[in-house]
C-alpha cells in the first residue's frame, strides 16, 4: 500500500465536488445542499427532534445547528414544545417551509438525473455501497 495515499482526502474531495454540485442546481432556490437535506428529512418524518435529525443525517450538534439557524429565523422550520417532555423540542416544517420544499424539490430532482447521466447504473451502485459500508462501519467507532 502506497504511503501517500490518504482515503480522507480523497472522500473529502469527492464529497465537495457533489456538494458544489448539488448546491449549483439548488441556489435558484436559496438553499444549501444542507439545508436542503434537513427540509427533506423533516419533510419525511413530519416532526423530529435536534437528536434524531443528527442520526438521519449523520451530523454533529454544531453543524445541524448552523445549519438549522438560517431555517428557523427564516420561518421555515419551527420549534414546538413535546406535549409528552416539556424538555424536547418538536421540529416542523411551517407552510412556507413546505412551499421551499417543494420549491427545491425538482431542482434536486434535476441533480439526481444529472448524476445519473454522468454514471452508469453499476459505478451509482458502488457509490451507494461504499457510502453504506462508510457508514456502518465508521458510526460503530
Known amino acids: 500500500m502506497e504511503a501517500d495515499i ?3 482526502l480523497a472522500m473529502r474531495q469527492s464529497s465537495r465536488l457533489i456538494t458544489q454540485f448539488y448546491e449549483e442546481r439548488l441556489k ?5 445542499s444542507g439545508q436542503f437535506s434537513i ?9 423530529t427532534t435536534n437528536k434524531e435529525l443528527q442520526r438521519i443525517l449523520i451530523l454533529g450538534q454544531t453543524t445541524l445547528s448552523r445549519n438549522l439557524k438560517p431555517l428557523l429565523r427564516d420561518g ?10 416539556q424538555r424536547i423540542k418538536l421540529i416542523s416544517l411551517t407552510l412556507k417551509g413546505k412551499k421551499l420544499y417543494q420549491k427545491a424539490l ?5 441533480a439526481q438525473l444529472d448524476i445519473r ?5 453499476k459505478e451509482l451502485s458502488q457509490i451507494l455501497t461504499l457510502s453504506d459500508s462508510f457508514v456502518k462501519e465508521l458510526s460503530l467507532s
Open 6 to 8: 490518504c482515503y480522507n
Open 28 to 32: 435558484t432556490a436559496g438553499l444549501k
Open 39 to 47: 427540509l427533506r428529512a423533516v419533510h419525511f418524518t413530519k416532526q
Open 76 to 85: 421555515f422550520l419551527e420549534l414546538n414544545v413535546d406535549p409528552n417532555d
Open 106 to 110: 425538482p431542482l434536486w430532482q434535476v
Open 117 to 121: 447521466k454522468k454514471f452508469d447504473q
